[in-house]
C-alpha cells in the first residue's frame, strides 16, 4: 500500500486548508485512517482519527471543531479539513493507515502505512 499526502502550504492565521492523502495498492475504506503532524523539535502527534468507513471519528483536543477528517472511497481518498489555523498548526503533517481493529488509535506505532508528508506553515 502507498500513501501519498498533499495539499500543505504556507497561509496566515485563520485560514483554511485541505489536505488529500491518496492511496494505491489497496482499499482504504478496509482501514483506520489517521492524520498526524510533527512540528520541529516535538514529537509525531495524532491530531484525527477516522475508523473504518462508516465508523466514528475522533479528534485532538487541539483540533476539536477546527478540523474534519473525511473520505471519498470512490477515489480511495481521504482529507482533513482545517480551519482557522493557528501558528501552533505549524508542522509535517502525515496520513496513516492502521488495522480497522487497531486499538491505541493515538499511538503512531499501531499505523504501517505512511504517506511522506506534506508541510503546513501558518504565519502571518
Known amino acids: 500500500v502507498q500513501l501519498q499526502a498533499s495539499g500543505g502550504g504556507l497561509v496566515q492565521p485563520g485560514d483554511s486548508l485541505r489536505l488529500s492523502c491518496a492511496a494505491s495498492?489497496?482499499?482504504?475504506?478496509?482501514?483506520?485512517v489517521a492524520w498526524f503532524r510533527q512540528a520541529p523539535g516535538k514529537e509525531r502527534e495524532g491530531v484525527s482519527v477516522s475508523r473504518r468507513s462508516g465508523g466514528r471519528t475522533y479528534y485532538s483536543d487541539s483540533v476539536k471543531g477546527r478540523f474534519t477528517v473525511s473520505r471519498d472511497n470512490a477515489k480511495n481518498m481521504a482529507y482533513l479539513q482545517m480551519n482557522n489555523l493557528k501558528a501552533d498548526d505549524t508542522a509535517v503533517y502525515y496520513c496513516a493507515i492502521g488495522s480497522p481493529i487497531l486499538s491505541a488509535q493515538w499511538d503512531s506505532g499501531m499505523y504501517y502505512h505512511w504517506g511522506q508528508g506534506t508541510q503546513v506553515t501558518v504565519s502571518s
Open positions: 495498492g489497496s482499499t482504504l475504506s478496509s482501514y483506520t
